[in-house]
């Protein structure tokens, strides 16, 4: 059975944490980044735990270098990153709805929001 590879940045806490032990209750080969190595090592330590393949990557997503190094790394250690449909949903969802306006909108996310019956426009 194929897994599928799944990077999940700001694991370390929050919605990334519970994000990367569901994925990894599922199977999913992961690697997780933050910009605290003892918590992410351990953290990588609890997922292996539940059975799952998983790496830790220091990365600071506010910097360019550090996100494409840490998406050469996901793909050099497993061959490949799958996109997850929910995520990017999820976050298409809230930048088209809180950041912005409907006319900055790529025109195939807006298409995709109006179809899944969602507004883009920030709410009044």
Same mark, same amino acid.
């Given at each position: 059975? /194929?897994?599928?590879?799944? #990077?999940?940045?700001?694991? %370390?806490?929050?919605? $990334?944490?519970?994000?990367? #032990?569901?994925?990894?209750? +599922? $199977?999913? *080969?992961?690697?997780?980044? $933050? *910009? *605290? /190595? ?25 910097? +360019?270098?550090?996100?494409?190094? #840490?998406?050469?790394?996901?793909? +050099? *250690?497993?061959?490949? %990153? /799958? ?16 950041? #912005? ?8 996310? +807006? ?9 883009? /426009?920030?709410?009044?």
């Amino acid at each position: 059975m /194929d897994h599928p590879v799944v #990077l999940i940045t700001g694991a %370390l806490t929050g919605v $990334g944490r519970a994000t990367a #032990l569901a994925f990894a209750r +599922e $199977g999913a *080969r992961l690697v997780i980044s $933050g *910009r *605290r /190595d003892d918590a992410g090592q351990a953290f990588v330590g609890e997922l292996r735990a539940l059975g799952a393949e998983a790496e830790y990557v220091h990365a600071d997503v506010r910097h +360019e270098s550090d996100v494409s190094r #840490l998406v050469d790394q996901v793909v +050099e *250690r497993f061959g490949r %990153l /799958d996109p997850i449909r929910e995520t990017d949903r999820c976050h298409r969802a809230a930048m088209g709805r809180r950041f #912005l306006p409907k006319h900055q909108l790529p025109a195939q996310q +807006e298409r995709d929001l109006e179809r899944e019956g969602r507004r883009s /426009d920030p709410p009044r």
